[in-house]
């Protein structure tokens, strides 16, 4: 099975291989995915991050070969915590804009190189992501830091299957927080509403834990992240802070419930 990585700044991922086919995902700067079948100008490919599946143009990916894949896989990998970052291509000398997410494998300080290709990242370096140890202090730190990640995105617009600062959708902005906190979760919310541990109460819930929303027929539909006992942030139209309760969202712009509550989950 053939391995490439994504170095340009957002890429569509598709539900099918067509310009039209709706768009499912998005493909940030340096993440990585196993190559699964070709059709054409498009390859259908399986997300290293996450395990998610679609279509991208052959002509957006990168090839590496299997022990260049396995050492940055393997690697510590920063990713970008400024809304906006510019990376230079130090070989071709282009300036590639990076959103908030992109990851930077097998970078040391602001250089990194890829194959033959050298790229240096411009302005502040990224943070190391805080990791859990098990003890209450560790888990009040990451708490603090997904909730500072989350309202960094406050306003982008909602896009169907984005998944950065330009435009993303409710389980893009919740995975993308989580990943830029060094925590892996799923794609969409229905595969997220599969994860963590079950927050029977909302009286029980804490910050950074996330609430699912269904439909009248059950299905999952809906995800944000808890602020604080009575805020949520999520993206509806655009990323917004609501209140919320054990009923649900409730939209003070047309006052009522916007999302009925359907479970909570305590990802880490």
């Known amino acids: ?4 990585i994504c170095l340009q700044g957002a890429v569509p991922v598709r539900a099918t291989p067509l310009h039209r086919a709706e768009m ?9 995915f196993q190559i699964l079948e070709a059709d054409g100008e498009w390859i259908r490919i399986r997300m290293e991050w996450d395990g998610y599946e ?11 070969d299997q022990d260049t894949y396995l050492k940055l ?6 990713v970008v915590s400024e809304p906006v970052q510019f990376l230079k291509n130090e070989t071709s000398g282009w300036r590639i804009p990076l959103v908030a997410g992109s990851s930077l494998p097998g970078m040391t300080g602001n250089r990194m190189t890829i194959g033959n290709e050298v790229f240096s990242l411009e302005g502040v370096e990224p943070k190391q992501a805080p990791v859990f140890s098990g003890t209450a202090a560790s888990r009040e730190e990451i708490q603090k830091s997904l909730v500072t990640t989350a309202l960094s995105f406050e306003q982008a617009p909602y896009c169907w299957g984005g998944r950065s600062i330009l435009g993303i959708d409710c389980s893009g902005l919740t995975q993308i ?17 599969l994860e963590g541990t079950i927050v029977p109460l909302i009286s029980e819930a804490e910050p950074a834990d996330l609430l699912f929303f269904d439909n009248d ?6 995800v944000g992240m808890l602020l604080d006992p009575a805020r949520i942030i999520h993206s509806s139209g655009r990323v917004r802070i609501d209140p919320v309760d054990h009923y649900g969202i409730f939209n003070r712009e047309t006052s009522r419930y916007s999302y009925k509550l359907r479970m909570i989950r305590r990802m880490f």
């Open 1 to 4: 099975m053939d391995q490439g």
């Open 24 to 32: 499912v995902s998005q493909l940030l700067f340096g993440e990585m």
């Open 54 to 64: 679609g279509w991208i143009l052959a002509v957006q990916a990168r090839n590496l």
């Open 73 to 78: 896989v393997n690697d510590d990998t920063p």
């Open 177 to 193: 927080t989580f990943k830029m906190n060094g925590i892996r979760i799923k794609r969409d919310a229905s595969q997220q509403a």
């Open 217 to 222: 027929e059950g299905k999952i539909t809906h």
